[in-house]
Nanobody, 123 residues
């Protein structure tokens, strides 16, 4: 099982990035997916998750209207489109997959994790 996250980098405030996460070793279609982030000195935070059961999505308040989570089951890939980025979005971003199928964004519910990709928002 492997999750390979990519797309992070340095971007100016107000800019955009698109994170991708390609999975292998299991069929993404049957798993809930989520994006999490962890800033230095802070706990890992669930920012957006999608249920595999009904497609319902969750967004934490700080990213609503700016971030969009999506999945392409034909490519076993998940995405996080991030617009209007702010310095407080700076963190290591992780993708994850969970077999419960729910859109709950609690890290403990996700069995499989990517390696993380750094996102830095700074002028």
């Amino acid at each position: 099982v492997q999750l390979q996250a990519s797309g992070g980098g340095l971007v100016q405030p107000g800019g955009s990035l698109r994170l991708s996460c390609k999975v292998s070793g299991f069929t993404l279609q049957y798993y809930s997916i989520g994006w999490f982030r962890q800033a230095p000195g802070k706990e890992r935070e669930g920012i957006s998750c999608i249920s595999s059961i009904d497609g319902s999505a969750y967004y934490t308040d700080s990213v609503k209207g700016r971030f969009t989570i999506s999945r392409d089951n034909t490519k076993d890939t998940m995405y996080l489109q991030m617009n209007s980025l702010k310095p407080e979005d700076t963190a290591v971003y992780y993708c994850a997959a969970g077999s419960l199928g729910l859109h709950l964004c609690t890290p403990a519910l996700y069995e499989y994790w990517g390696q993380g990709t750094q996102v830095t928002v700074s002028s």
